[in-house]
């Protein structure tokens, strides 16, 4: 009998991406595949259907694995596939990074269910190697807090932190509350602290750049609904 294999299946960053922003064997991998984990069903199958692998798309089984999912329902569903490939594929970039994919990854591992990363990109990543900041010591802190009091107290922390260790300090937010976010960040920021912006990361209205906050105020910046990640360092 086969070993149930969970394989974690890397997606475009932006919408504007095709399959040439793939490897080869991601495509292989979901060619041989019939059972999905996915936040969204609606976009994997426009995810798979892009590839033009010649795939029945209404063959594929789907279940969902979002923020809403408990371990315990991702179980249950993982219960039911006693062999073959299992795809986990997450709305963006890798699975497991700043998603829910975890939970399914963990259950893999408890219960003899291979686990298989495929290769691609992801925005956390892509955003540290292009800012110029500590690549070898740095913190991701997902999302920081929505009320304005905390996530201010968690800006003033997150610069205390890179001056103190020179770890850099990667986080992110949704879209639509991103100018928010950078409105706060410019007002409890120094002037002279690093701030790097990477949004809509291989998209049309790509940014990735690292500039002062001082010189960032210079800029007129629009990020309203644009996926980004935003750090936090220091240059050598």
Known sequence: MPQTTLYL??????????AGFLAPMVC??????????VENVRTAR???SSLKLDIDISGLHFEILDKKTSYQ????????CSEGNIGLIS????PGLADPGHLAISYAHKNN??????PGASSIQTALIASGFNGQQF???????IQKNDRVKAIQNLEQQTLKTGFTQIFMETPFRNMSLLDDLFQT???????????????????VKTKTISEWKKQKIDLHKVPTVFCIGQMS
Do not use: C, M, W
């Open 139 to 145: 913190t991701f802190h997902g999302y920081l807090p």
């Open 91 to 94: 709305e963006a970039g890798l």
């Open 28 to 37: 292989d991998v979901i060619k041989n595949t019939t059972y999905f984990l």
């Open 46 to 48: 426009r995810f798979i």
């Open 9 to 18: 299946i890397p997606t475009y960053l932006s919408e504007k991406n095709d």
């Open 189 to 207: 920021l120094r002037s002279n602290t690093l701030l790097h912006i990477a949004s809509d990361i291989f998209g049309d209205r790509e940014l």
């Open 113 to 118: 269910i291979k686990v298989v990363p495929l």
């Open 73 to 80: 329902s991702i179980s249950q569903i993982l219960k039911t």
